[in-house]
T-cell receptor, first 112, second 115 residues
């Protein structure tokens, strides 16, 4: 059973059409939840860390939020350059070595 | 700002051949990690190293060995490559800070095909 589930698998948006990506997790205790962006042929690029329910982080058109069992990545008025695969990962409470469990990602395409 | 550097970027092997994937980081991080990424699957941890001189198995260690050569370098070795090891391999590093969750920083991967 996957410990991190992301939905949808793929999302196509028109430029300016806001939407949200979901990341749900089943670890018993959360030490941290991480969002990454991955462009084709590149490694994941760190976006945000969230630690506790109710926390929010923002960067340009992206806002990440966290509840007790899921996180959302809200994309406001996206542009074509926001097209990428967005990865979610969790670190369990008690893990001091930074081991992460990754979801399968959401492939976002923003067309003009 | 090199960050995490992986070599080679691409490699094609025949079944049974061996090779070593190299990874080096210049951020003075203590922890380093090796992942594989396959289509339709999340990144899966192969091995990790909390500090120089220590290594531990991750989720999918079979068929691989690692060496933490020094604080900067962490290599992954395939002793006898199999087609099932065709994948994209990513190395990552992380600063191990007390009381905080530092993110992992990734290289751009090695694309490995085994025929």
């Amino acid at each position: 059973e996957d410990q991190v589930t992301q939905s949808p698998e793929a999302l196509r948006l028109q430029e300016g059409e806001s939407s949200s990506l979901n990341c749900s997790y089943t670890v018993s205790g959360l030490r941290g939840l991480f969002w990454y962006r991955q462009d084709p042929g590149k490694g994941p690029e760190f976006l945000f860390t969230l630690y506790s329910a109710g926390e929010e982080k923002e960067k340009e058109r992206l806002k990440a939020t966290l509840t007790k069992k899921e996180s959302f990545l809200h994309i406001t008025a996206p542009k074509p350059e926001d097209s990428a695969t967005y990865l979610c990962a969790v670190q369990e409470r008690g893990s001091t070595l930074g081991r992460l469990y990754f979801g399968r990602g959401t492939q976002l395409t923003v067309w003009p | 700002n090199a960050g995490v550097t992986q070599t080679p970027k691409f490699q094609v092997l025949k079944t049974g051949q061996s090779m070593t994937l190299q990874c080096a980081q210049d951020m003075n991080h203590n922890s380093m990690y090796w992942y594989r990424q396959d289509p339709g699957m999340g990144l899966r941890l192969i091995y990790y190293s909390a500090s120089e001189g220590t290594t531990d198995k991750g989720e999918v260690p079979n068929g691989y060995n690692v060496s933490r050569l020094n604080k900067r370098e962490f290599s992954l070795r395939l002793e006898s490559a199999a087609p099932s090891q065709t994948s994209v391999y990513f190395c990552a590093s992380r600063e191990q800070g007390r009381g905080s969750n530092q993110p992992q920083h990734f290289g751009d991967g090695t694309r490995l095909s085994i025929l």
